[in-house]
């Protein structure tokens, strides 16, 4: 598979104040996309995600940093390129769909003037030409009327088209990567459907790549090709999504899986794991995991490395295998 993205062992920290050690919010990711699949990031709130999408955006607010670690996207060097170039790759090659729109949209602006602002960023053109392109944008995301809602406010929309007008900027110059971050999750569940599944099919079209950040595991398995899971800071598994979702190998993905409702478990208790995410400056020595974890034992007092399984990857000594021991039995 050739990288599109390319993360290794990504570190990154928020400083705690002079002299003292930055605290590890992200630490040891590594990811790959290629181009046109999604990769679906999913973990407990606090895990991590949204700081390692900020990362590769290099959007870090301060005093968050990249302590460590690679970011290659099409063969530009993220960690160490230029801020001048950094600017001319974010919206036109790699965009960003954030939870709330406001992040994305001005309130005093039309959305005309934004999008027409957003268009002529990255590509010499008449105003009259990136207005009628911002129109055809808005119809793309189902916008109706597209042409008298250019001269809307944020205000004048719905949560929902405010949602798709966001979309429908981060998709103006078909980017190779869109980073979205729980772009649905404030939406209700009959919109979430519908924007789903337009996002779906113009970036499908557009072979874009996407990373698809989320503790939906729902809308992972109806969207993505792979899936990262992340605890703590850390990845404790990846893998194809057929196989994780129904396969899980570290004990917190089969807890995850556990706990989402589902037609065939009705009338069945959900199983929550116990106990909540430690704080991530009070983190138990080893697996992070360990101190909810009914597979612990001893040995989980070091923290494991990123086990390598065909096309997975696990972090665990007592992987939940099914037909397999455990490394330790
Ligand atoms: N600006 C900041 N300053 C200090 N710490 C931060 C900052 N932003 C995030 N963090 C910390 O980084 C850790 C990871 O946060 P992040 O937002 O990436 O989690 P997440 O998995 O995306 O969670 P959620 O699903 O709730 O968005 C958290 O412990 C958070 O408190």
Redesign the pocket.
Known sequence: MTALLKVSNLV?E?GTGKGQPG?R??NDVSLTVARGKVLGLV????????????SIMRL?????RIAGGQIVFDGTDIVNCSDEEMRQLRGKRIAMVF?DPTMTLNPVLTIGTQMVEAVQAHEKMSRHAARQRSRDALGLVGIPSPEERLSAYPHQFSGGMRQRVAIAIALLHKPDLIIA??PT?ALDVTIQSQIISEFQKLTEEANTAVIW???DLAIVSRLADDVAV?YA?RLVETGPVAKVLTDPYHPYTAGLIASVPSQNKRGEALRQIRGMTP???RLPQGCSFRTRCDRATNACRVMPGLMPADDRSFRCIHPVMRGLHDACD
């Open positions: 990154t928020f605290l919010v992200v973990g407990e709130s606090g895990s991590g995600k949204s700081v390692t999408g900020f870090l607010e301060k005093p968050g939870q971050d729980e999750t950040i989320t503790h992340m800071g704080a991530i400056n």
